[in-house]
């Protein structure tokens, strides 16, 4: 069986949220709504599926990486295409949900062998 | 094995009326706070700030709250009240002080936080970074995180700057409680850490700025050093070579899972190299930090100290190299330049100003005595944690290395906060846990902290005279901005001036202060203000504002009468028109 069968639901809602959410983010939402979609496509989500690579069972030590991994690599994503000139906010939405698919597929493949 | 939170307080689903009470008395006094901050009448006249203007209300709001955080703490034989009320009424603390200023008005306080959503907008506007504009472009991976934000959450930029303390002060508290945990396994001592870092935060750094952003990065790097990536530490063989070194190699990871401590090495080594390119001071915080750490045995990966140092020299050889072309490290080191630039220049004004500044510093100093007693009851008690101790004062190494214009003594104070903070605690609290405070204990904790929370409202909205700006002045300001054509001079009066949010690269900026070297008697003053406006071949714009006149007089630049004289005499010059004014301000326009 492939390890996107294996893998628990959890991980495949972030995978497929983080989809649509980007996909809403792109399209545009009406400001709050829009608001609450890009902060979640750009920081929790990524946050989250990052997070749960590292063995953490601990919730607020939990917490606290959902926030600090996904603020820290949208700056990462961002910084990097202001150097390289090819800024703008939907190639950040774009990068930040292709970082989380892959985080849940990374995922996936942990939940499949363990 | 590591963890944080093990028992800090119950989670049972049935909540005690105790604990009913106190989340209703937090509700009831954020509720009397809200009230009696939207009452006060902008703009602030007093020398004080907004602890003269607000009313009593609002003081018996913090007394209130203080008193159910408190008896929530002191909770039972079990421990203290259950996790949600003390969440909710930790909640309420950061928006009853940090949220005090939104309560009061709807413009963000201070000039820096609308200089940040300007680089913000300028870096949205190029879509790509030169560092030749100035310093923030060498550093600017905050700015970066800041326009992406703005761009896809649609914000209004000025409402996320207005509520920048609130989330700031949140973030950071979240990073305190996880790395307390590593420190203590005292619950009621973990909440008090929190309470005491609020109460001693007057240092106003949370507002929306690369130094806020950096400074939670650092904590959570702190929460990895101190728990997964901690090192158990060895027995001490003596100073002899062959002693360290047996000392060193004998350390053994706190954190037995290796694939935890991999994903916290991992992490950090993320974390590390976003510090460095958001902020300029932080990197160097906790390069001094974690070396120090590790040199006492008490950090697993031997080598981090090393990769943070080499992140750290190639950010500034290459990216940041620009600006280190012309402003080089140690150009304003010294521990007499830094006294003289964070404590002398700054003991100056009007009385009620030199006041705040002195209960600034009474603060503190009270929170340090506070923090050492604690450190010795903790030795004589033989469970004294070194690395709190360390945590503590090691930032006070990078106190003579840079006068950072002024703020390093602020920087330094607020980046020992947290430990001493969770030192000052073991005095508040001496026993070891288990043990309940007594009801006349709890008595004292009430009123000790109502005091601490009258100076650090005192000491952070101190200058709130000409920090908080009337709307008159944001409208002036935007007028100002509108009105002068791209290339021309904007010019004000002085520091703080709400400007740049939405212009940042189309004009020469300039306060009369620096441009008279703070001399703005209009003898001086006016003149080389004039022909600096003449002489700019698309003229200038210049600002007389409320504020900026309190500004200069209450920190003692200037007498009250001279900004007018000088307003007087640069308005009957040739070329020169009132192009705007209300109430609080007046912009003229100076023909090239």
Not at chain 2, 100 to 114: I, Q
Not at chain 2, 345 to 371: C, E, M, S
Not at chain 2, 462 to 485: C, K, W
């Amino acid at each position: 069986m492939s390890a996107m069968t294996l893998a628990k639901r959890p991980t495949i809602i972030l995978g497929l949220a983080a989809v649509v959410l980007a996909l809403l983010t792109l399209v545009g939402l009406p400001t709050p709504l829009q608001t609450v979609a890009a902060v979640a496509v750009l920081i929790l989500l990524p946050g989250r599926a990052l997070a749960q690579l590292t063995p953490v069972t601990d919730l607020a030590l939990g917490t606290l990486l959902v926030l600090a991994l996904g603020l820290a690599t949208l700056t990462a994503v961002s910084t990097a295409m202001f150097y390289l000139a090819v800024w703008s906010w939907q190639a950040c939405v774009i990068s930040m949900g292709v970082i989380t698919i892959l985080a849940c597929i990374a995922r996936a493949r942990q939940e499949a062998a363990s | 094995m590591t963890s944080t939170l093990d028992t800090p307080s119950r989670m049972d689903l049935r909540w005690k009326p105790r604990d009913l009470w106190c989340a209703l008395a937090g509700a009831g006094s954020l509720a009397l706070v809200v009230w009696a901050a939207s009452t006060v009448a902008l703009p602030v006249t007093s020398d004080l700030g907004l602890v003269a203007a607000l009313p009593f209300p609002f003081w018996a709001g913090v007394l209130i709250l203080n008193a159910a955080f408190f008896v929530a703490l002191r909770g039972d034989t079990e421990g203290p009240a259950s996790r949600p009320v003390m969440i909710w009424l930790v909640a309420v603390l950061v928006l009853v002080l940090f949220g005090t200023a939104a309560f009061v008005t709807d413009v963000p306080r201070g000039e820096v936080a609308f200089r940040h959503l300007g680089i913000a907008n300028a870096l949205s506007g190029m879509q790509q970074i030169d560092p030749n504009i100035d310093a923030y472009f060498n550093w600017p991976g905050f700015f970066a995180l800041l326009a992406t934000v703005l761009g896809a959450t649609g914000l209004d930029p000025v409402t996320l700057a207005l509520w920048a303390p609130v989330l700031n002060v949140s973030l950071w508290l979240v990073a305190i409680a996880v790395l307390t945990g590593y420190l203590t396994r005292d619950p009621r001592r973990r909440w008090l850490v929190l309470w005491l870092f609020c109460l001693g935060n007057w240092q106003d750094q949370d507002y929306l700025s690369p130094q806020a952003f950096g400074f939670f990065l650092y904590l959570v790097v702190l929460a990895m050093v101190l728990g997964p990536l901690a090192a158990k530490p060895a027995t001490f063989h003596g100073f002899r070579p062959a002693g360290l070194g047996q000392w060193w190699r004998e350390r053994t990871p706190a954190e037995p899972r290796t694939g935890f401590r991999l994903a916290a090495l991992v992490v950090t080594l993320l974390l590390i190299p976003v510090i460095t390119a958001s902020h300029q001071l932080t990197p160097f915080m906790l390069l001094v930090v974690i070396t120090v750490l590790t040199l006492s045995g008490r950090v697993w990966p031997g080598r981090l100290p090393l990769i943070a140092g080499l992140v750290l020299v190639l950010w500034l050889l290459y990216p940041a190299s620009t600006y280190l072309a012309g402003h080089p490290l140690l150009e304003n080191a010294g521990l007499q330049i830094a006294a003289e630039a964070n404590v002398v220049d700054r003991v100056n004004g009007t009385a009620g100003h030199l006041l705040v500044v002195q209960l600034r510093v009474g603060l503190t100093v009270l929170l340090w005595a506070l923090a050492a007693l604690g450190a010795v009851l903790e030795w004589r008690k033989r469970r004294l944690d070194l690395r709190i101790v360390l945590l503590a004062a090691t930032p006070l190494l990078l106190f003579p290395a840079q006068a950072y214009g002024g703020e390093m003594l602020i920087r330094v104070s607020l980046f020992a906060l947290p430990f001493v903070a969770l030192l000052a605690s073991s005095v508040l609290l001496p026993g070891d846990g288990s043990v309940r405070p007594s009801a006349r204990a709890v008595g004292a904790l009430v009123l000790t902290c109502f005091l601490l929370a009258v100076l650090t409202v005192t000491g952070r909205f101190g200058n709130a005279q000409y920090d908080v700006f009337t709307r008159s002045e944001i409208d002036a300001v935007a007028a100002a901005e509108q009105l002068a054509p791209p290339g021309s001079s904007v010019i004000s009066a002085a520091h703080p001036t709400p400007w740049r949010s939405q212009s940042y690269l189309e004009h020469r900026y300039r306060t009369m202060d620096d441009l008279c070297r703070e001399d703005l008697s209009p003898q001086t003053c006016g003149p080389i203000v004039y022909n600096y406006a003449r002489h700019n071949p698309g003229g200038a714009h210049l600002i007389f504002m409320r504020s900026t006149e309190a500004s200069v007089v209450l920190q003692g630049d200037n007498s009250p009468g001279e900004f007018t004289e000088l307003e007087e005499w640069i308005s009957m010059q040739n070329g020169v028109q009132l192009a705007f004014s209300n109430t609080d301000a007046r912009v003229y326009r100076v023909a090239p």
